[in-house]
């Protein structure tokens, strides 16, 4: 098992989503992603577009917003099933037993999770993605992709 990693720097939203719809496409299920960063990092962002490239459909058809308050956000596709998921909120393994997180993880889709740092249940992830705001709009995108 081999890791690959590049690293990103975007200037505005829209290219955080460009990045996203990037990644999105070359992706196959099932794919996890974990992604980690602060409050107002770009995760969100960022889903929306690998959501964009993953389904071809533009972000403001899929209406992908973030699931701090739901914690489970289900989008169909044509390519199957994109489940994202925040664990901002979720402290203990017993939280996310209850939401039907490790059911999720054996599903054929793709799942995107955020703040994935607080993660307790295992799982294999495709790509560990780590976003960090700099100045103004900027962001850092640290992408590790894990060969198998």
């Not at 975007?10 to 980690?36: A, N, Q, W």
């Amino acid at each position: 098992m081999t890791n690959k990693s590049k690293i990103i720097t975007t200037e505005s939203e829209e290219e955080t989503l460009e990045v996203g719809r990037k990644i999105g496409k070359d992706l196959t299920i099932p794919c996890t992603i974990l992604m980690e960063g602060r409050l107002g990092a770009g995760k969100t962002s960022l889903t929306r577009g690998i959501v964009w490239g993953f389904s071809g459909r533009d972000p403001r058809e899929t209406n992908v917003h973030s699931p701090t308050f739901s914690l489970v956000n289900q989008y169909e596709s044509p390519k199957g099933m994109i489940y994202h998921i925040d664990l901002y909120r979720l402290d203990s393994l017993s939280d996310q037993y209850s939401i039907g997180l490790e059911e999720i993880l054996y599903e054929e889709a793709l799942i995107i999770i955020e703040w994935s740092e607080k993660l307790l249940i295992q799982t294999e992830q495709n790509l560990l993605i780590h976003l960090k705001s700099e100045t103004g709009d900027r962001r850092r995108i640290t992408i590790i992709c894990r060969d198998t």
